[in-house]
């Protein structure tokens, strides 16, 4: 029994040296084991991505009736790991002080094939490492960020979440089932897509409307992102 | 005292089960939309069967595996410390141990949410009832599975 208990102590003393000196080390049996069942949920398609980021640009330059994306840096970088818990929705990606990225810069979902348009905002740098980054995503409670809705650009509230929701919309704002919703949250560059109105209801205090979003992606088999790094 | 058995045998099957755990933790949100604690629930019926240095060596494996980032957070450290605490409080609790493992289980999840979301914590009510329950009936069924193996 002796002889069994002593076999434990030198895996347990690496295994404490692990914890403390590089916590991250278990990353690559993680993402074995995080992708090992990943349900195959609906698939991004392309063509609406596109269609998407093109139709919010569309009322970015109309809006604005200026700017153009040129001198928008972007370093692409893959996820490494998700928050294993239920508390929060974060991210890790494989870039971090190394590539020049900062926190707070916004991070995008560009498509499976990383077209060129600036993609759609999936969140924010949050805590950055030498050479990783944690991403706190739009599907975290805290996250609140401003948008704005449709052709006539109705200014609203982005609450995050499980299912992220837009609050403050006017009640006499007319939105509809489909209308695209950008942010336009001062830190991040004008007019970034976030996704497409898909229920709209009135708040509980019925002073406000209330829209549910729907996203061209399953957040959940994202395996790559970019982050921006250089603002309109 | 309500430890149930020291000897190592139980180790392997906590090992494979504390592995299942963990897949279908980081999994279950694509399918049901959150994540319950089924490692901590697997770790603290885990503390009922195992010696100390097995114990020790699978909730140390289980935080390299499910932490998420290059520097340790609360969750991690409360998913680790837990379960070990919770070995050396046992033999000191009455009644059954399966009812201990459920009520250090419960307790556990609610500490892990009371560690990160202090400030949120009666908002998020429904969301760690609903974790607490599968957790409870998930560690129920761990704690059997031991049991099984021990009558056998």
């Not at chain 1, 870039?95 to 990225?101: F, K, M, Q, S």
């Not at chain 1, 006539?152 to 509809?176: F, H, T, W």
Request: proline share 4%; aromatic share 14%; with cysteine.
């Amino acid at each position: 029994m002796r002889k069994e208990r002593w076999f434990f102590v030198i895996p347990i003393f690496i295994l404490i040296s692990l914890i403390f000196l590089g916590p991250g080390a278990g990353s690559w049996f993680r993402g074995f084991l995080d992708g090992g069942f990943v349900y195959d949920g609906p698939r991004l398609s392309e063509a609406i991505l596109e269609n998407e980021v093109l139709r919010a640009e569309v009322y970015r330059l109309e809006a604005l009736n200026e700017q153009s994306s040129a001198g928008l840096n972007t370093v692409t970088a893959s996820v490494f790991s998700k928050y294993p818990f239920n508390f929060k929705n974060e991210i890790l990606i494989n870039v971090g002080e190394n590539r020049a990225v900062g926190p707070g810069q916004p991070v995008v979902f560009l498509g499976e094939s990383g077209f060129s348009l600036r993609g759609l905002l999936l969140g924010k740098i949050d805590r950055v490492f030498s050479d990783s980054s944690l991403v706190r995503t739009i599907f975290d409670k805290e996250w609140q960020s401003s948008v704005r809705i449709g052709k006539k650009g109705y200014l609203a509230l982005l609450q995050g979440g499980g299912e992220p929701v837009i609050r403050l919309i006017p009640k006499d704002a007319k939105i509809s089932v489909g209308d695209v919703v950008y942010s336009v949250q001062p830190e991040f560059p004008n007019s970034l897509p976030v996704g497409e109105v898909l229920e709209i209801g009135l708040s509980s205090d019925q002073v406000f409307q209330e829209a549910k979003l729907s996203f061209p992606y399953d957040f959940s088999s994202i395996k790559a992102v970019a982050v921006l790094t250089n603002n309109d | 005292m309500t430890r149930v058995n020291e000897g190592s045998h139980f180790f392997f099957l906590s090992l494979i089960l504390v592995l299942i755990s963990i897949v279908i933790q980081l999994n279950f949100d694509d399918v049901f939309s959150f994540r319950p604690d089924f490692v901590l629930a697997a770790l603290i019926a885990s503390a009922f069967f195992l010696g100390f240095l097995e114990l020790i060596f699978v909730a140390l494996l289980s935080a390299i595996i499910i932490n998420w980032q290059p520097i340790l957070s609360y969750e991690i450290l409360i998913l680790a410390l837990w379960p070990i605490l919770v070995y050396f409080l046992n033999r000191f609790f009455p009644g059954k141990a399966w009812f201990n493992s459920l009520i250090m289980t419960a307790l556990g999840i609610l500490i892990l949410y009371a560690s990160v979301i202090l400030r949120n914590f009666f908002d998020s009510f429904s969301l760690i009832a609903l974790d607490v329950s599968v957790c409870l009936v998930f560690g129920f069924v761990i704690f059997n599975l031991f049991e099984k193996l021990k009558t056998n």
